[in-house]
């Protein structure tokens, strides 16, 4: 059997509200993700993926990964899972078992670490639920759910929009004038 596990290392996304206050369930942005993620809307969210055997990733408490800005070095970091101090912890949500060894947790783990630089952090376009995407995906879980980068994925969609339209109607300005 190796260090391959019967059922596979559970994977957790720790989901937080991204917000100004953390501990203030009265925040706006607490408030508005609550109403916008029961109705699927998405909100304004920090994720974070955590593997149900800590101990075994070098760690004696539980940990989470997650994605962020920085001038150097990997945006990756891990922290003691659902305390995150930046951000207010909302909830977790079982991706499922991942079949990889243990071994290739670590690899993965490395790898991303490498492939995720700080400096590479956009909050539309690479951000941290960008990442829990990423990494459930190569860890061969369930998806993340879709409203969990709604918003993100929605501006992005506008900027590109709006930018593409500028672009045309210089364009046009340019040939009429």
């Not at 206050?21 to 009265?26: C, H, I, L």
């Not at 969210?45 to 408490?61: D, K, M, N, R």
């Not at 759910?145 to 506008?158: C, I, M, S």
Request: with cysteine; glycine share 10%; hydrophobic share 35%.
């Amino acid at each position: 059997m190796g260090d391959r596990q019967e059922e596979g290392m559970q994977v957790l996304l720790n989901v937080y509200d991204v917000t100004s206050t953390p501990g203030d369930p009265k925040s706006t942005t607490v408030r508005l993700n609550r109403i916008t993620r029961e109705l699927g809307l998405g909100g304004v969210f920090h994720g974070a993926i955590q593997l149900v055997t800590p101990a075994q990733l070098g760690s004696s408490e539980p940990v989470e990964f997650s994605f962020g800005w920085c001038e150097r070095g990997t945006g990756v970091y891990a922290v003691h899972a659902c305390q995150n101090p930046m951000y207010q912890y909302r909830e977790t949500i079982c991706l499922g078992s991942t079949p990889k060894t243990l071994e290739e947790v670590r690899a993965i783990i490395q790898d991303a670490k490498a492939a995720w630089p700080g400096c590479s952090y956009d909050l539309l376009l690479r951000n941290c639920c960008h990442f829990c995407e990423q990494l459930a995906a190569q860890l061969e879980v369930g998806p993340v759910p879709g409203w969990l980068n709604r918003f993100a994925v929605g501006a992005a969609a506008t900027v590109s929009m709006t930018q593409e339209t500028v672009k045309t109607v210089q364009e046009i300005g340019q040939e009429l004038g």
